[in-house]
């Protein structure tokens, strides 16, 4: 019989909390998109989880419920927390196994839930899109365009969706290299050429990133971000744009302060439950 937790999960905990799971044997763990953002955790029946008084070392961690189900049962409820949703102005997403079809004026997006990060139904990758959509309204939308750390790909998507056309995506993790490869060919009927991106598994000093973009995207950690962003700004041209998340909204405060005196003008900050992103541009 496998094993799922339903937990109380505050946003700023997921990550640690998430590697925690993986560590003791849950074989996936993920949120709700819907409203309530419920947090899952999965045990197959030979890893028994973990003693629930451990997790105590997470402020504000606790598991609400636990239930059993048979292997028959596995694919269905994997599958119960993740329906089709719009994001942002033009974008309807829709999990792989769903067939509805994408309300008028909305651009169908299909994903895989489960591969890599980028599905959309986390908060910083819809600010993220919004913040995108925002800059195409204002013809602001220029190529070349970067993704640092990009998933499965789905920002970089949504870029050439929105108007771009020269596109590199790229992440450190191995995993995401066939993520993005599976979210391009699942999403080439909406695609307006047969490459929407370019994408890579490497880092930003990849020496073939030799070249200023006129916007970086950016949805990872707060100190990633500050880690990165002197290395980014060597990559970012004058007058272009950056567009950060993965940010907690308690620290919105330090996040627009560094890109502040960075030589970045933050020009707008989103917010949605517990995150936010900002869109800055460099003078």
């Given at each position: 019989m496998h094993t799922r937790w339903l937990m109380k999960m505050p946003p700023d905990q997921e990550d640690a909390v998430t590697d925690w799971l993986l560590e003791r044997g849950a074989s996936a763990t993920y949120r709700d998109a819907d409203p309530s953002m419920s947090f899952y955790a999965y045990f197959p029946p030979n890893a028994a989880p973990p003693d629930v008084e451990e997790l105590s070392v997470f402020d504000g961690v606790s598991v609400i419920s636990a239930e059993r189900f048979a292997d028959e049962d596995?694919?269905?409820?994997?599958?119960?927390?993740?329906?089709?949703?719009?994001?942002?102005?033009?974008?309807?997403i829709r999990p792989l196994w769903n067939e509805e079809p994408a309300p008028p004026g909305r651009i169908p997006l299909v994903i895989n839930p489960g591969l890599a990060f980028g599905t959309g139904g986390h908060e910083t990758t819809r600010l993220c899109m919004g913040l995108l959509e925002d800059l195409a309204l204002e013809k602001k939308l220029n190529d070349p365009v970067l993704d640092i750390g990009s998933g499965t790909g789905i920002l970089a998507f949504a870029a050439h969706l929105l108007g771009a056309d020269d596109i590199t995506a790229f992440d450190i993790d191995p995993d995401c290299g066939p993520a993005m490869t599976e979210f391009i060919q699942m999403n080439s009927a909406a695609a307006r050429h047969a490459t929407p991106f370019s994408p890579f598994i490497g880092t930003?000093?990849?020496?073939?990133?030799?070249?200023?973009?006129?916007?970086?995207?950016?949805?990872?950690?707060?100190?990633?971000?500050?880690?990165?962003l002197p290395l980014m700004l060597q990559k970012l041209a004058t007058n272009g744009y950056l567009i950060v998340s993965g940010i907690l909204a308690d620290r919105q405060d330090e996040a627009l302060l560094n890109l502040a005196v960075s030589g970045l003008k933050p020009i707008k900050a989103t917010q949605e439950g517990g995150w936010i992103a900002i869109l800055a541009r460099y003078n």
């Open positions: 596995w694919l269905a409820r994997s599958r119960e927390g993740f329906g089709a949703f719009d994001v942002g102005r033009v974008f309807f930003l000093e990849n020496p073939r990133l030799n070249r200023k973009y006129n916007l970086l995207l950016a949805n990872i950690l707060l100190e990633t971000i500050q880690e990165l």
